[in-house]
Nanobody
Framework: QVQLVESGGDLVQPGGSLRLSCAASGRAFSTYDMGWHRQVPGKQRESVATITSGGSTNYADSVKGRFTISRDSLKKTLSLQMNSLKPEDTAVYYC?????????WGQGTQVAVSS
């Protein structure tokens, strides 16, 4: 069992930066593939960035070059550095951990990009 708690969401102006964090509890954090996903009302949840247990990363085309995902297995944290934010980045951001048939989600943190 893994529990995930996101933090760091806020209201920010276009062009600004935010850093999201996800604190994990439970065993074997380092063996899970992790990711950040986001969802806006009326739309499906979409993958933003993922990082495997081995450290390989993948990004949605819409955030490449602006967002950076990272993990700290000792601290059991997952982070998402978001730069050059755009209004279309506005969403609830969710932390995800999965391994084999296990799949866990956090409660989400709201990011709003507006002037």
């Amino acid at each position: 069992q893994v529990q995930l708690v996101e933090s760091g969401g806020d209201l920010v102006q276009p062009g600004g930066s935010l850093r999201l964090s996800c604190a994990a509890s439970g065993r074997a954090f380092s063996t899970y593939d992790m990711g950040w996903h986001r969802q806006v009302p009326g739309k499906q949840r979409e993958s933003v960035a993922t990082i495997t247990s081995g450290g390989s990363t993948n990004y949605a085309d819409s955030v490449k070059g602006r967002f950076t995902i990272s993990r700290d297995s000792l601290k059991k944290t997952l982070s998402l550095q978001m730069n050059s934010l755009k209004p279309e980045d506005t969403a609830v951001y969710y932390c995800n951990a999965h391994r084999l048939v296990s799949n866990y989600w956090g409660q989400g943190t709201q990011v709003a990009v507006s002037s």
